[in-house]
């Protein structure tokens, strides 16, 4: 699941990147509500959810969430704010956004809410996803084929679950490594690669055509028709 995190802090923002990401979030991070409107505006498809501070330079939170909604974009928003005023949290709900956190807050409840906003059904990211002989519970983490629990790492689970979610689609390295990874990270590493090697070995699925077909040239299909 891919978050993008917009806060001018940079101590707090890299604390919750930090905390978001061992809990097998992917996390872009910006600064400003300026650069928050474009890069919502310009990938809007990419984040499952927006987590934004309502202090910001460049455009306030309040902003920021009018702006998007006025684009169309869905994507839930959590509001993170140290102001405990009633008008302001009801403001930045008529805004637009979905939920808030009053500041300080513990990086478990927002991932709580983030799974919470994610599980809505105008979303459409079910809590459990059925593709072909796989069956994954998003809320524990847990992976089953044909009947048997696979372990997996965050990162194959978030791989997995992304390839889940488009089935029978080509995703190309570089759409699994910037929802995966971020736009941040190497694009030269065969750290894609690597993975899906290591999701193939785990599921060992042998019956029929490959579960994670190899699309030469383009990138990689998870096959729910077997």
């Excluded at 996390?27 to 650069?35: A, L, M, P, Q, S």
């Excluded at 390839?163 to 759409?175: A, D, G």
Aim: proline content about 4%.
């Amino acid at each position: 699941m891919r978050i993008l995190l917009v806060e001018d802090d940079e101590r707090l923002a890299t604390r919750l990147k930090k905390g978001l990401e061992v809990k097998g979030f992917a996390v872009d991070h910006v600064t400003n509500g300026i650069k928050a409107v474009t890069r919502i505006s310009l990938y809007r498809s990419e984040y499952d959810s927006i987590v934004l501070d309502l202090m910001l330079p460049g455009k306030d939170g309040f902003d920021v969430c009018t702006e998007i909604r006025a684009l169309g974009v869905k994507t839930p928003v959590i509001i993170l704010t140290a102001i405990h005023d009633v008008e302001d949290k009801v403001r930045a709900l008529d805004a637009g956004a979905d939920d808030y956190l009053v500041k300080p807050f513990s990086i478990e409840e927002l991932c709580a809410r983030i799974r919470a906003l994610t599980r809505r059904p105008e979303n459409s990211l079910p809590v459990v996803v059925k593709a072909g002989p796989i069956e994954m519970h998003a809320s524990t983490k847990k992976v089953y084929c044909d009947g048997k629990e696979i372990e997996l790492t965050l990162k194959e689970f978030s791989l997995l679950e992304y390839l889940m979610r488009h089935p029978n689609q080509v995703l190309n390295r570089e759409q699994i490594m910037d929802h995966i990874w971020g736009f941040d990270f190497n694009s030269f590493s065969n750290v894609v690669d690597v993975h899906i090697k290591n999701l193939r070995r785990k599921l060992n699925y042998s019956k029929g055509r490959p579960l994670i077909e190899t699309v030469w040239g383009f990138g990689y299909r998870f096959n729910d028709s077997v």
